[in-house]
């Protein structure tokens, strides 16, 4: 059974920082691409990040220079790190991948940016 379960979210002040992380179960996770997405009130989901198996890495325009994702293959997780943070930054944070042709989703973690 293929499990993801997000944290690390909360509220932070514009210009802080936080590392979220996603622990997966029910796949072998090595091989696989992650992502993380996010979705603001009112708004669609996007993409945010992504990282394949051999660590390649894509960030959509809004985030780069300021967030990075990274995984360990040792425990399975993957991680968001989030600098400079913005009031636009503030969403519900999903990590998400693709098994055998179906997506899967953790339930996600908020992320409020607010002073």
């Known amino acids: 059974q293929v499990r993801l379960v997000e944290s690390g979210g909360g509220l932070v002040q514009p210009g802080g920082s936080l590392r979220l992380s996603c622990a997966t179960s029910?796949?072998?996770?090595?091989?696989?691409?992650m992502g993380w997405y996010r979705q603001a009130p009112e708004s669609q989901r996007e993409l945010v990040a992504k990282?394949?198996?051999?660590?390649?890495?894509n960030y959509t325009d809004s985030v780069k220079g300021r967030f990075t994702i990274s995984r360990d293959n040792v425990w399975n997780r993957v991680y968001l790190q989030m600098n400079n943070l913005k009031p636009e930054d503030t969403a519900v944070y999903y990590c998400?991948?693709?098994?055998?042709?179906?997506?899967?989703w953790g339930r996600g973690t908020p992320v409020t940016v607010s002073s």
């Open positions: 998400s991948t693709n098994h055998r042709g179906r997506d899967f």
């Open positions: 029910g796949i072998n996770f090595k091989i696989y691409t």
């Open positions: 990282i394949d198996s051999s660590h390649n890495r």
